[in-house]
């Protein structure tokens, strides 16, 4: 069943040169049944990362003690995925966050990958408290059902002139835990996701280490508090990918 | 004006002619995040059986767009073609749908009658069809373009070669270009989504596939599906464009979204043709497009998705463009909601863009946050089939590692063409026996010599 290429096999040299699911065999015109398991493998992975649920005792292990949690508008996963915009409201029962002046809010958020946050929110918190040691940080929230948006009540209730919403990516079949970093100047309600600077692909094998992002999102912050803006007038050097039109925002 | 059913002694209210083809829709999550899904199963018939009932004719009199405000809708009334128009402008939406299944009614009427309907004449009469009826009336129009390959011939279904690669790897784009043209794909297009959008990577994968497309003398044509901006700025640099792609809507709104109008897509279509690559046919633009991208950018003026959809199909067509295709599972489940949504989304764009007259393809496709799974691919790329879809989508293993979404397969396209005994583009078909790819009954041979000398002849360039 393994995917091992022979000396002879003329496909080897294309399987060498991308992850694409090349060099397959064939079994007459379909899939020979190793790789057909793997696709399933993947997109079950995938699928369960869009429907786990933030296990909230591991999560506030990792992230070194207590958290608040919050839930968006949306009851469920199935009204999360029908209608975006409950995910970026609170739900109406919210208390009052205990309202501050601080540097900056961290929003850990489920998004569509509860999976990424549980495997890397916490490194990042980490790294990011390391980098940013003379910063006022407010109390950590946890958000359950939630769009990159719900940071911005979040981060204005909490009274922070930044927030950071860490936030489970679209699973693709290549990575089911690839979190995302959303960056927003002065957040509160009817911030425009051209306001917002965003460092993504953060994951365990492909993309940015969690130590890695932590020093991109730093820079962001550093930069952002400077300048008294985030968006698309603050690029980061390193020049980033960006998104090509074909792409829809999971926000 | 209002627009009313009575059934059974119920009379159901319409306020004007969007709200009840929004009812009339089959039901769709986009419509319900629009707030324009029919209220009830039944009030969804009973705007139907209004449909069925209104005159062709006022479509060109009730404009679901106001025209002042609208240049898409100014190219729909503008261009109508009366004289095409006749042979239906009797009838009412249900007797057109009696008109386009007809034994009377082949390839020849429904080529002439396409300049005569309108985009929102297409989804209304689709709105009343089952998905048989789609499937049915699909498959007798015939809508050809032709660049170094003819497409949309009757038993041929050409493969949108797709080689995404997540960094724009030259080595791994070209990995996957082989893959795929090792099993029988590639004879619509090798089409590539840059992952980083701007014009030098553009060009670097320009060149090459153009330079792998002439060491293998392969009939066919390439596009790097970026910004008609960066297209155009490509065009000026002497860079090899073979066809010019942008994403349209069916909305001036939506399509400013994209960052685009009717007159930049103009001028980039003169440009195209300027360089003279496809002097014959002249089918140089590609076109994608996909139900709910009006609603995600606020450009709905609410009228429902699969209508404007269809008006997205007008806004293409006078480009002449070689391959349309719509993304139709790519937007996610806030617009589609699972695979049965996607299924007839699928055979409504197909539908809708054939009846005007345009050369569809469909990007059979799935995102891993809707209900579905590559079961429900396996059913629409075969209703499509039937349906005589002119090309879909060739992904290695189906798993777009760029985009992140999964699309149908080269193998796919293995399966399809062989169950439904279709053959590639005929350019390509005779390209892939002279190279020794096809077996004495026209299936692509597995892994062999001429796969090997194939990889022989590239080295590892």
Redesign the interface.
């Known amino acids: 069943m393994a995917d091992a290429p022979t000396p002879s096999d003329?496909?080897a040299?294309?399987?060498r040169?991308?992850?694409?699911?090349?060099?397959?065999?064939?079994a007459?015109?379909?899939?020979p049944t190793a790789?057909m398991l793997a696709?399933?493998l993947?997109?079950a992975r995938?699928?369960d990362?869009?429907h786990a649920t933030l296990d909230l005792e591991t999560l506030r292990t990792a992230l070194g003690g207590s958290a608040i949690l919050v839930q968006s508008a949306a009851p469920d996963r199935a009204a999360y995925?029908?209608?975006?915009d409950l995910g970026r409201r609170l739900a109406p029962a919210t208390e009052p966050l205990p309202h501050g002046e601080y540097d900056l809010a961290l929003v850990i958020a489920d998004g569509?990958s509860a999976t990424a946050v549980q495997a890397h929110a916490g490194a990042v918190v980490a790294a990011l408290r390391a980098r940013l040691a003379s910063w006022s940080i407010a109390p950590l929230v946890v958000a359950r059902q939630a769009r990159v948006a719900l940071g911005d009540p979040i981060g204005e209730g909490l009274g922070a002139q930044l927030v950071v919403v860490l936030i489970g990516e679209?699973?693709?079949?290549?990575a089911a835990d690839s979190l995302g970093a959303y960056i927003t100047f002065d957040p509160k309600p009817g911030r425009r996701d051209s306001e917002r600077n965003c460092v993504s692909n953060i994951r365990a094998a492909g993309g940015l280490s969690p130590d890695e992002a932590a020093g991109k999102i730093a820079w962001l912050l550093i930069e952002a508090q400077r300048l008294g803006f985030t968006g698309v007038d603050l690029k980061d050097r390193e020049a980033l990918?960006?998104?090509?039109?074909?792409?829809?925002p999971?926000r | 004006m209002v627009y009313v059913a009575d059934l059974a002694g119920t009379r159901h209210v319409f306020a004007d002619l969007k709200t009840l083809m929004a009812a009339a829709t089959p039901f769709r999550s986009g419509d319900q995040l629009a707030g324009l899904a029919a209220a009830s199963a039944e009030q969804r018939v009973a705007a139907r059986y209004a449909l069925a009932d209104l005159p062709l004719k006022r479509f060109l009199e009730d404009l679901v767009v106001p025209y002042a405000e609208d240049e898409v809708t100014r190219l729909i009334v503008d261009s109508h073609d009366t004289a095409a128009f006749a042979p239906i402008s009797h009838l009412t939406v249900g007797g057109f749908r009696e008109w386009l299944l007809s034994n009377e009614t082949g390839a020849v009427q429904l080529s002439a009658l396409a300049p005569g309907v309108t985009p929102e004449m297409a989804a209304a009469v689709s709105k009343l069809m089952r998905n048989q009826d789609l499937i049915a009336v699909a498959r007798k129009i015939t809508a050809t373009s032709a660049f170094r390959t003819t497409l949309g011939l009757p038993g041929r279904l050409a493969v949108r070669l797709q080689p995404n690669h997540p960094t724009d790897d030259r080595r791994g784009i070209a990995a996957s270009i082989l893959d795929g043209l090792l099993m029988g794909c590639g004879d619509a297009v090798i089409g590539i989504n840059p992952a980083t959008d701007n014009v030098e990577t553009a060009r670097i994968l320009l060149e090459l596939v153009d330079d792998l497309r002439l060491r293998l003398e392969i009939p066919t044509q390439s596009c790097v599906l970026t910004h008609v901006t960066n297209t155009l700025e490509l065009i000026r640099l002497g860079v090899p464009v073979d066809l010019t792609f942008q994403s349209i809507a069916g909305t001036e709104a939506a399509n400013r979204g994209f960052g685009v109008d009717l007159a930049l897509l103009r001028e980039a279509h003169d440009a195209t043709l300027g360089l003279g690559r496809n002097p014959l046919a002249g089918n140089v633009m590609y076109f994608e497009t996909g139900q709910g991208s009006a609603l995600s950018s606020g450009a709905h003026h609410g009228v429902d998705q699969q209508t404007l959809e269809a008006r997205a199909y007008a806004v293409a067509r006078p480009f002449r463009p070689l391959l349309v295709n719509t993304v139709v599972g790519f937007i996610g489940p806030e617009y589609l909601y699972d695979g049965k949504q996607i299924t007839r989304a699928g055979l409504e764009d197909h539908f809708c863009g054939k009846l005007l007259g345009l050369p569809m393809g469909v990007d059979v496709c799935y995102t891993n946050h809707a209900a579905a799974d590559q079961d429900d691919m396996d059913d629409l790329l075969t209703l499509l089939g039937v349906a005589g879809v002119n090309f879909v989508m060739g992904v290695p293993g189906a798993d777009d590692v760029m985009l992140n979404y999964q699309s149908t397969s080269f193998h796919d396209a293995l399966y399809i063409r062989d169950v439904l005994g279709l053959m590639p583009a005929p350019e390509f078909e005779a390209w892939l026996a002279k190279v020794g790819l096809l077996d004495d009954a026209g299936r692509v041979v597995e892994a062999g010599g001429a796969q090997q000398r194939l990889l022989e002849q590239l080295g590892d360039g």
Request: hydrophobic share 45%; glycine share 10%.
């Open positions: 003329p496909f040299i294309l399987r040169a991308t992850a694409a699911r090349v060099g397959l065999g064939r007459g015109q379909g899939l790789p696709f399933q993947a997109q995938a699928r990362a869009v995925l029908a209608d975006p569509l679209r699973p693709g079949l290549s990918p960006a998104p090509t039109a074909h792409q829809l999971t």
